[in-house]
């Protein structure tokens, strides 16, 4: 399910026609990227630590002041919040606790993804859900295992590029390369009905419907 | 809010585009990054109604986000066209950070300058598809016309049907090529101009008027 509501957290399938005229549930019209094979175990929440370097500079230089809202916002705290939780929590938690407590813990995370109006956390446990550690993606493609092992936090690179690599199958007219560097497929913008109005390093990114967007004058 | 009043929007938006013949024409000026577009948008602009539409520089992607000045009543022969303006940021296929370090631009600006240069480009790409009535196609004359970008834009431009204006821009410099873009784009009428200068701006308001009106 690649595309989620920002405002109420329901997801759609890619190239889903329902969500071309906002949410058929709230009416809401910003929705953001999210990779097949996330899944809602707390191990994501270390990926997207592990994350956090690679994509810590680059993300912290956007500046939402002057792009239309709700504009994600980026900031460097969460990642050492993070950082600090991890050693306790994820060391003497179970998987179903862990996953209990994947909520709280998301919002650390989700608002260094999202600055949104509403619902922060519905946003923030997507944003927080769409980093997939490369054990998961692994797993994910053999589609045999259950999820219950904890993630090779020991490799965070390989991470971050097996979801760039997903990201860029997924979502052909931006291929991010490296932080700052792009390649666009212009056909492929151009059929797209909806227009993306913020990306982010690690592969997320929030996209806005046709009739939400307006343009600044003069 | 929600989805009903936005299709009823976006429907009444349509139906107006149709059949209120008098609405002004919504005119995106495109091209590639530092053609000119901006410097040509603020001349219309201030020649017309006074305002400028935004910053022109020398570094590329200046503009990132499409900016619009509506209701520019152009005179041509006792006759007035009325036109919105869109400037839109410049569309390539590639932004990388490191061409803005050239510029004296920080990493952290640089990287985010790309980013929203990239936004910017979804951006333009998406009132093609969208939003415009007639295109203004600004080309830098003294750098080669023969890109992928010049030959997909003005190939979307054609699938539909917009009418369409190709101006081979900064014809004050030594090394414009007018010819050269005249005969990359064969089936467009290409008019030659500075943009800074003001340079055979007459000949561009008639032809917008032409086009456009
Ligand atoms: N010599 C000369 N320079 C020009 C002319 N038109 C624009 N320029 C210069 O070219 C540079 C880019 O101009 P802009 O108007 O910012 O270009 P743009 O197409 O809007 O660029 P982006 O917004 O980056 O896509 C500026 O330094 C302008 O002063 C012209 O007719 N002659
Ligand atoms: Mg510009």
Redesign the pocket.
């Known amino acids: 399910m690649p595309h989620q509501c920002t405002t109420c957290g329901r997801t759609f399938p890619d190239g889903s026609k329902e969500m071309l005229s906002g949410c058929p549930d709230c009416g809401g019209n910003k929705f953001q990227f999210k990779p097949a094979g996330a899944t809602e175990d707390p191990s994501a929440d270390e990926a997207d630590q592990a994350s956090g370097s690679p994509a810590g500079p680059s993300g912290s230089a956007v500046d939402p002041s002057d792009r239309t809202p709700p504009a994600p916002a980026d900031e460097p705290a969460p990642d050492e919040s993070a950082a600090d939780r991890r050693p306790s929590e994820s060391a003497d938690e179970t998987p179903n606790e862990a996953a209990a407590s994947a909520d709280s813990a998301s919002e650390a995370d989700g608002t260094e993804q999202i600055a949104d109006r509403s619902d922060e956390d519905t946003a923030q446990a997507s944003a927080r859900s769409e980093v997939v550690s490369p054990d998961e993606l692994d797993r994910a493609s053999r589609d045999v295992e259950p999820a219950d092992a904890p993630p090779a936090e020991e490799e965070p690179q390989p991470g971050i590029d097996a979801l760039r690599d997903e990201l860029n199958d997924q979502f052909e007219s931006i291929r991010i390369v490296s932080p700052g560097q792009y390649e666009l497929n212009l056909m492929e913008l151009y059929d797209r009905q909806e227009y993306i109005i913020s990306l982010q390093e690690d592969g997320r990114y929030v996209i806005e419907m046709p009739d939400a967007w307006g343009i600044q004058d003069e | 809010m929600g989805l009903l009043t936005n299709l009823r929007d976006s429907i009444s938006r349509v139906t107006d585009g149709l059949f209120a013949a008098d609405e002004p024409k919504r005119i995106g000026i495109y091209?590639?990054?530092?053609?000119?577009?901006?410097?040509?948008a603020n001349r219309i602009a201030r020649d017309w109604t006074g305002d400028a539409v935004g910053p022109?520089?020398?570094i590329?992607?200046?503009?990132r986000r499409a900016r619009r000045k509506e209701n520019v009543e152009i005179e041509r022969n006792g006759r007035t066209v009325t036109i919105d303006i869109v400037?839109t940021?410049?569309v390539t296929t590639k932004v990388d950070y490191k061409e803005f370090l050239d510029h004296d631009m920080e990493k952290d600006d640089a990287v985010r300058r790309s980013r929203e240069a990239t936004e910017g480009v979804a951006e333009a790409m998406h009132w093609l598809r969208e939003d415009v009535d007639g295109v203004i196609y600004?080309l830098d004359s003294t750098t080669d016309p023969f890109t992928q970008v010049n030959t997909m834009l003005i190939g979307i431009i054609e699938s539909q049907d917009l009418p369409a204006l190709i101006l081979a821009?900064?014809?004050?410099?030594p090394g414009s090529d007018v010819q050269q873009i005249a005969n990359a784009f064969p089936q467009h009428e290409t008019i030659p101009?500075?943009?800074?200068?003001g340079d055979n701006m007459d000949e561009v308001y008639t032809k917008i008027a032409e086009y456009f009106g």
């Open positions: 091209g590639p990054p530092n053609a000119g577009k901006t410097t040509l022109e520089s020398h590329p992607h200046e503009t400037d940021p410049g600004v821009n900064k014809t004050d410099l101009l500075s943009a800074l200068e």
